[in-house]
């Protein structure tokens, strides 16, 4: 087998913060408001993601996003962990059982007419 090298990219040009967005960014943005939609009001960013056109503002974008779902995913662990008292509880209802004469009872007939 031909073993291909291949070059390691120049990481000055990685990441342009003055590059038009690409396909692939624009594709992330959109995934990422739709995560952010989902999230309380108190932690969403009121980006306009249609105004993103550069890379460096879709990686604040996507660096503001990525921070909030962190907050919110900590917030909430944050109630779930002190929980919720409940004062009192009803009793389960008892289950019926059925007994052995009830229900439909099987035709052994065969369909069709008497003959």
Do not use: C, F, W
């Not at 073993?3 to 990422?32: E, G, Y």
């Not at 989902?38 to 660096?63: C, F, M, V, W």
């Amino acid at each position: 087998m031909t073993l291909i090298h291949v070059p390691r990219p120049d990481l000055r040009s990685a990441m342009d913060p003055t590059r038009p967005v690409n396909a692939l960014l624009k594709a992330q943005i959109r995934h990422l408001h739709d995560a952010e939609n989902n999230l309380p009001l108190r932690h969403q960013t009121d980006i306009y993601i249609n105004a993103i056109k550069t890379e460096g503002e879709a990686a604040e974008y996507i660096r503001q996003v990525t921070t909030a779902i962190h907050e919110a995913h900590e917030a909430a662990a944050a109630l779930r962990k002190r929980g919720i008292a409940i004062t009192a509880a009803a009793e389960k209802p008892a289950r019926k059982t059925k007994s052995a004469g009830s229900g439909k009872k099987k035709n052994n007939k065969k369909n069709g007419p008497k003959t």
